[in-house]
């Protein structure tokens, strides 16, 4: 089942003297949460005033913050976006929503684990699989990723011999 709502960031500070808030994007690019006219911090929908990218962090006014002092409390909160409102090109998927899927492998025939997290290198993604005998990485490029779709419930790969987990 997909999440109503997603991670999106965290508010890491505060921003001039107006109460805008820092926001650590967890996102491909700090460009992504500029286009939402809304966002969620611990349940409470907050109107997204404005929203600018500096130095690879969002700075956004949020409406009911008007005050360093007041936007302080939100630091270290993560903020959320509506699933309803996101669009993603073709072909992409929320990260979250493959964390804990199954990871089955073509070449074994069997499932060799769970994604426990997806990290963003300078190369490129790598998944991290947690499998039987410890974790298991896993570029994400089409020579191994073969499908990743939280809709199915499983991602497909196919890993190579020496690529962990070797029966």
């Given at each position: 089942?997909?999440?109503?709502?997603?991670?999106?960031?965290?508010?890491?500070?505060?921003?001039?003297?107006?109460?805008?808030?820092?926001?650590?994007?967890?996102?491909?690019?700090?460009?992504?949460?500029?286009?939402?006219?809304r966002?969620?911090?611990?349940?409470?929908?907050?109107?997204?005033?404005?929203?600018?990218?500096?130095?690879?962090?969002?700075?956004?006014?949020?409406?009911?913050?008007?005050?360093?002092?007041?936007?302080?409390?939100?630091?270290?909160?993560?903020?959320f976006?509506?699933?309803?409102?996101?669009?993603?090109?073709?072909?992409?998927?929320f990260?979250?929503?493959?964390?804990?899927l199954?990871?089955?492998?073509?070449?074994?025939?069997?499932t060799?684990?769970?994604?426990?997290?997806?990290?963003?290198?300078?190369?490129?993604?790598?998944?991290?699989v947690?499998?039987?005998?410890?974790?298991?990485?896993?570029?994400?490029?089409?020579?191994?990723?073969?499908e990743?779709?939280?809709?199915?419930?499983?991602?497909?790969v196919?890993?190579?011999?020496g690529?962990?987990?070797?029966?």
């Amino acid at each position: 089942m997909l999440k109503e709502y997603l991670e999106a960031g965290k508010i890491v500070g505060t921003f001039g003297i107006l109460g805008e808030v820092r926001i650590l994007p967890w996102s491909d690019s700090p460009e992504f949460l500029r286009g939402f006219s809304r966002v969620f911090i611990d349940g409470k929908e907050l109107k997204l005033l404005r929203a600018r990218v500096h130095k690879g962090m969002i700075l956004a006014l949020l409406e009911g913050y008007s005050t360093p002092e007041e936007a302080m409390v939100l630091k270290n909160k993560t903020v959320f976006i509506a699933r309803a409102d996101a669009r993603l090109p073709e072909g992409r998927v929320f990260v979250e929503d493959l964390i804990g899927l199954p990871v089955f492998d073509l070449r074994k025939g069997r499932t060799i684990g769970t994604l426990r997290e997806v990290m963003n290198l300078p190369a490129g993604d790598v998944y991290r699989v947690a499998g039987e005998k410890g974790d298991i990485l896993i570029p994400a490029v089409p020579a191994f990723l073969r499908e990743a779709d939280p809709e199915k419930g499983e991602i497909r790969v196919e890993t190579i011999e020496g690529m962990g987990d070797e029966d």
